[in-house]
């Protein structure tokens, strides 16, 4: 039993060297002899080993498969002459491994070296050897085909249903909002509603600079009156900087302070509520379920780095389905303005996508959002009033900055080369 034992794993570690060997060689490419200068002088390979290597692809599976089963003959051929299973000693699990190393390293690292090596002169050789296990391993590795064309056709069907979807959407969409009986308003609306779901909270939060809050520590006279300062119903609260917001401030909380004219038992800090911190790339229809839930109506915008990126209400995203929705309170500007489609004054925080759909020119860009920060990348700096720059086939005047925050600015198109020469003639 025992040298039958060794033998099947002598046999097992020849098969899985041989097939590494040539396996090896299928994949070596022929060394170019140095007596013959030009390639094209140089004889191809035999016939046997030129129909190899065009379905070396096949012929790898196959040797793969053989040096697998190779392996696998002279693991349990050893396991069996050791005698591990009846007498299991820490002696015979040692020289197990080692044996097992031993193996491996000769018929497979060694063995696919050498056979990288030789080249064509062991795949000359081999070439019966792997003929045969071409046939013995052909059903396996038609099996391994036909799997990876199902997976293949898997993958494939799931990227078209879902290119063919997106496309049936867009599709809808436009037929949808062409309808000669669709006005302007509900055109709008139906669009908000196609784009809401990939909306994500950093495109329509009111950014940093524009938050306004109260400082945990201002007394309670001044806390008074920088709310109605502020005229929101709902402030954030901070400590030291806007980026460490403690605590959300509900206006309705202080009436019945207000009017008796007293600062609460503890301070005004008790009538706060914990914030809510959500990150910058959070879907605004998920915030919107969620404040339907809590019954909440403000969230603080995370940056990356744990600082205040800005914060979104329930208002901002309502807007996205049905516009911009004012009050007594809102400033009355309005984002773009424009004179006979030539002249466009925008607001700095006008998003280039809106930018882009109004003057027809593509402003878009990867890393900045608002017309604002576009100026801010091309100029590299804060711009003054009165800079002149060109942003395509516009000239673009900064009109208003207000601290590093570009504000307003004016657009209109550059002259051709076309025209003037036209207005040259017209004038000679």
């Given at each position: 039993?025992?040298?039958?034992?060794?033998g099947?794993?002598?046999?097992?570690a020849?098969?899985?060297?041989?097939s590494?060997v040539?396996?090896?060689?299928?994949?070596?490419?022929?060394?170019l002899p140095?007596?013959?200068?030009?390639?094209?002088?140089?004889?191809?390979?035999?016939?046997?080993?030129?129909?190899?290597?065009?379905?070396?692809?096949?012929t790898?599976?196959a040797?793969?498969?053989?040096?697998?089963?190779?392996h696998?003959?002279?693991?349990?051929?050893?396991?069996?002459?050791?005698?591990?299973?009846?007498?299991?000693?820490?002696?015979?699990?040692?020289?197990?491994?080692?044996?097992?190393?031993?193996?491996?390293?000769?018929a497979?690292?060694?063995?696919r070296?050498?056979?990288?090596?030789?080249?064509?002169?062991?795949?000359?050789?081999?070439?019966?050897?792997?003929q045969?296990?071409?046939?013995?391993?052909?059903p396996v590795?038609?099996?391994?085909?036909?799997?990876?064309?199902?997976?293949?056709?898997?993958?494939?069907?799931?990227?078209?249903?879902?290119?063919?979807?997106?496309?049936a959407?867009?599709?809808?969409?436009?037929?949808?909002?062409?309808?000669?009986?669709?006005?302007?308003?509900?055109?709008?609306?139906?669009?908000?509603?196609?784009?809401?779901?990939?909306?994500?909270?950093?495109e329509?939060?009111?950014?940093?600079?524009d938050?306004?809050?109260?400082?945990?520590?201002?007394?309670?006279?001044?806390?008074?009156?920088?709310?109605?300062?502020?005229q929101?119903?709902?402030v954030?609260?901070?400590?030291?900087?806007?980026?460490?917001?403690?605590g959300?401030?509900?206006?309705k909380?202080?009436?019945?302070?207000?009017?008796?004219d007293?600062?609460?038992?503890?301070?005004?800090?008790?009538?706060?509520?914990p914030?809510?911190?959500?990150?910058?790339?959070?879907?605004?229809?998920?915030?919107?379920?969620?404040?339907r839930?809590?019954?909440?109506?403000?969230?603080?915008v995370?940056?990356?780095?744990?600082g205040?990126?800005?914060?979104?209400?329930i208002?901002?995203?309502?807007e996205?389905?049905?516009?911009?929705?004012?009050?007594?309170?809102?400033?009355?500007?309005?984002?773009?303005?424009n004179?006979?489609?030539?002249?466009?004054?925008?607001t700095?925080?006008?998003?280039?996508?809106?930018?882009?759909?109004?003057?027809?020119?593509?402003?878009?860009?990867?890393?900045?959002?608002?017309?604002?920060?576009?100026?801010?990348?091309?100029?590299?700096?804060?711009?003054r009033?009165?800079?002149?720059?060109?942003?395509?086939?516009?000239?673009?005047?900064?009109?208003?900055?207000?601290?590093?925050?570009?504000?307003?600015?004016?657009l209109?198109?550059?002259?051709?080369?076309?025209?003037?020469?036209?207005?040259?003639?017209?004038?000679?």
């Open positions: 039993m025992s040298s039958l034992a060794w099947l794993a002598a046999a097992g020849t098969l899985a060297a041989l590494a040539a396996d090896g060689a299928l994949f070596a490419e022929s060394p140095s007596s013959v200068p030009d390639r094209s002088n140089y004889d191809p390979p035999s016939p046997g080993v030129s129909r190899v290597v065009s379905g070396r692809e096949q790898h599976r040797l793969a498969f053989a040096r697998v089963l190779g696998l003959a002279a693991g349990c051929g050893l396991a069996v002459a050791l005698d591990l299973a009846d007498e299991a000693s820490l002696t015979k699990g040692v020289a197990l491994v080692g044996l097992g190393l031993l193996t491996v390293l000769v497979e690292s060694v063995a070296v050498a056979g990288d090596a030789l080249g064509d002169n062991a795949a000359t050789r081999l070439r019966g050897f792997t045969l296990i071409e046939r013995l391993f052909a590795v038609a099996l391994g085909n036909w799997v990876d064309r199902l997976v293949a056709e898997v993958v494939t069907e799931a990227e078209a249903t879902q290119e063919r979807r997106d496309e959407a867009a599709q809808f969409r436009d037929v949808v909002t062409s309808e000669p009986d669709v006005s302007g308003d509900e055109r709008e609306l139906l669009l908000g509603v196609f784009e809401f779901g990939e909306t994500t909270a950093e329509v939060m009111v950014p940093r600079v938050m306004l809050g109260i400082e945990r520590e201002t007394p309670w006279s001044e806390m008074v009156d920088r709310v109605r300062s502020i929101h119903s709902r954030p609260v901070y400590e030291e900087t806007i980026d460490e917001i403690v959300i401030l509900y206006v909380d202080l009436l019945p302070s207000v009017l008796a007293e600062e609460p038992d503890g301070g005004w800090q008790t009538l706060m509520r914030p809510v911190f959500i990150p910058a790339s959070k879907r605004i229809a998920d915030l919107l379920r969620e404040f839930q809590t019954g909440r109506h403000i969230a603080i995370a940056d990356e780095y744990g205040t990126a800005g914060l979104v209400t208002e901002d995203v309502l996205e389905l049905v516009g911009e929705i004012r009050d007594e309170y809102d400033d009355e500007e309005r984002l773009i303005e004179e006979d489609d030539q002249r466009y004054w925008v700095g925080r006008l998003t280039l996508d809106d930018l882009s759909n109004a003057l027809q020119h593509d402003f878009t860009r990867d890393d900045v959002s608002t017309v604002g920060g576009l100026v801010l990348e091309l100029l590299g700096r804060v711009p009033a009165g800079e002149t720059l060109t942003i395509g086939p516009f000239r673009v005047i900064v009109e208003r900055v207000v601290r590093r925050k570009v504000e307003r600015v004016f209109e198109p550059l002259e051709r080369p076309d025209d003037d020469s036209d207005n040259a003639e017209r004038g000679s």
